[in-house]
């Protein structure tokens, strides 16, 4: 992962064993979260699979980022290898939570299953969505 005059706000762990079990039966989600900080955005980086299972520890770091941080959330998403409707449908309103708050956020870097996904659905006619964060950083619109 490249970072560009970055520094580490926070990294959040949220792996545990495959075979981990939920309470209710479930499979235990394997996520990391790295907030940074850059002159221009608060970049969250997402690795992993954003799933029902992960999608309450992910709400938390949201939480705290419509608290704290910048006018621009960034939420990086080219080390994310699986979403569920759950795990989008969080992002979504996450989304639409933190421009009511007269703030933007933009997705960046959509890969594989999850570009294919966000395509599908059309989720680009709503939000922001780039290519790389630099063109993010660069946007007046998003």
């Not at 706000?9 to 064993?17: C, Y």
């Not at 221009?40 to 938390?60: I, Y």
């Not at 989008?88 to 703030?103: E, H, M, P």
Request: with cysteine; hydrophobic share 45%; aromatic share 8%.
């Amino acid at each position: 992962m490249k970072v560009i005059c970055a520094r580490v706000i926070s990294l959040v762990k949220f792996t545990r064993d495959s075979t981990d079990k939920t309470p209710q039966g479930g499979r235990v989600s394997q996520m990391d979260v790295v907030v940074r900080a850059h002159k221009e955005a608060t970049v969250v980086d997402l690795h992993g699979r954003l799933d029902s299972a992960a999608r309450w520890n992910f709400k938390a770091i949201m939480n705290q980022c419509c608290l704290n941080e910048q006018d621009h959330l960034v939420i990086n998403l080219q080390s994310l290898s699986y979403i569920d409707s759950a795990g989008l449908g969080f992002l979504v309103l996450a989304y639409i939570r933190f421009t009511g708050l007269q703030r933007r956020m933009s997705w960046v870097q959509p890969r594989g299953h999850v570009k294919t996904l966000l395509d599908k659905l059309n989720i680009p006619a709503m939000v922001p969505i780039f290519a790389t964060e630099e063109e993010a950083f660069e946007s007046t619109t998003a």
